[in-house]
């Protein structure tokens, strides 16, 4: 009989099946979601300029200021042509602009749809054959850069995607890209790239309803109170007003943020850490009350971090932060799928990943498989094989249940034997019965 590869039987020894080359819907979903949302922010991008300019053009006043100009002189005829060729070039940029997102989105998105087509075309071309279960190498690609990029790890995945240049189509990096520039600048104090993306995505912020632009105002202004200097107290009133005042209050946790207005102009007084006006103190030693002690925290900054990192996931629609990556629970199914119940693995196959000690070490914890042997399953009918459905082998090499044999043996109308896979016909004789040792 030809090597077991070739069953058509599925074998769950402690291996946890292979999954099928068809993404799940969820990875279809994200695939999509990035682009079609910078697409969608393209526009809002470059649709004010494109109408302001559209309206320079169009607009009455023009025509009618050039017709005034043209009696006072040529120098008036002059500044409005001018006027009108600054509209017609900052009309042609920002259209052009947007062409170059729209064909650069459009170009990645075809190259995902026939990256899924093909997943679909192998997956049918190998239903029940020996193809059906070969492993998505693409997809763990995917996963372990997917793994990198949430874990920072920027430099590694951009030199992969240097070497594999198909793969930065099917992974989005940029979202990834900017947020580790503006967590890097937010663990040196710095606030003013993460002001900026606030800026950027106003719009997209206001329909989350996310409050990170007030509490990076609020960050600012502990941090103008504990510089401390002669105006502070001026520059820290007029900030106030000028931010906090009327800035995300109206959201959702609009109670909450008033609450924080207020401790943070009750900071005036006291100050933080050894600068600002913490001589005002009740004690008089210039120490911060316990109240307040908490906003002039350096845990402050760690809390801005994540609050970023999960605003921008949302943003991109990506997983929230804080689930676990789909690479590390692919490896935690899988080694708790291996794993045997008496955890020996003296006597496991060289290929098992656990004689490795570091997977050995990560399945310690996890539930050890249901199935402690091997189980052949029929491909005909499902059903397990055993002494009541004996295992029989076709010349091909291909193992179905006995049950299944004579199933299909009985809708033929000579008795034969008509292989599923390979659509060949057998006679019962040929069939051979399998002992598994």
């Not at 050039?66 to 002059?78: A, D, E, L």
């Not at 920027?154 to 990834?176: H, M, Y």
Request: glycine share 8%; charged share 20%.
């Amino acid at each position: 009989m030809e090597p077991t590869s070739r069953m058509a039987a599925s074998a769950s020894d402690n291996n946890a099946s292979t999954a099928p080359l068809v993404p799940h819907p969820m990875e279809s979903y994200m695939m999509f979601t990035p682009l079609y949302r910078t697409l969608k922010a393209c526009v809002l991008v470059r649709q004010k300029p494109i109408l302001e300019s559209m309206m320079t053009l169009t607009s009455p006043s023009s025509s009618s200021m050039g017709g005034s100009s043209s009696s006072m002189g040529g120098s008036g005829v002059t500044s409005v042509n001018l006027g009108k060729k600054r509209s017609l070039e900052s009309l042609e940029e920002a259209l052009n602009g947007a062409s170059t997102v729209y064909d650069y989105a459009y170009s990645r998105m075809k190259k995902r749809i026939a990256y899924l087509r093909e997943c679909e075309t192998n997956f049918n071309q190998g239903q029940g054959g020996a193809n059906s279960h070969k492993p998505p190498r693409r997809r763990l690609d995917m996963a372990l850069l997917d793994y990198m990029l949430a874990k920072g790890r920027f430099e590694t995945a951009i030199q992969w995607l240097r070497d594999d240049g198909e793969l930065a189509n099917l992974v989005d990096v940029e979202p990834f890209e900017t947020a580790q520039n503006v967590v890097q600048a937010l663990r040196k104090h710095n606030l003013a790239p993460a002001i900026a993306w606030c800026d950027e995505h106003r719009a997209q912020r206001a329909k989350l309803g996310c409050t990170l632009m007030f509490q990076l105002r609020v960050q600012e202004m502990v941090e103008m109170v504990s510089a401390g200097g002669e105006n502070v107290w001026a520059d820290a009133i007029k900030h106030a007003r000028k931010h906090l005042a009327t800035s995300e209050a109206a959201l959702a946790d609009s109670e909450g943020l008033a609450r924080l207005t207020r401790a943070m102009l009750a900071c005036l007084v006291f100050g933080g850490g050894g600068g600002g006006l913490g001589g005002n103190s009740p004690a008089g030693d210039g120490a911060v009350p316990t109240q307040y002690a908490k906003l002039f925290a350096p845990e402050r900054w760690d809390a801005l971090i994540e609050r970023f990192v999960n605003m921008n996931h949302a943003l991109h629609a990506l997983l929230p932060a804080s689930s676990e990556p789909l690479f590390t629970a692919a490896v935690r199914a899988g080694a708790a799928a291996l794993k045997r119940a008496d955890g020996d693995v003296s006597n496991a196959a060289l290929e098992d990943p656990l004689r490795d000690p570091h997977v050995a070490e990560l399945a310690s914890s996890l539930p050890t498989a249901k199935a402690g042997g091997t189980r052949l399953v029929c491909r005909i009918t499902g059903t397990l094989m055993s002494g009541d459905n004996l295992p029989l082998a076709c010349p091909s090499g291909h193992v179905y249940g006995a049950m299944g044999v004579n199933a299909v043996s009985e809708r033929t109308v000579d008795g034969c034997f008509v292989d599923p896979i390979t659509s060949a016909k057998y006679h019962m004789n040929d069939m051979r019965r399998v002992y598994i040792m």
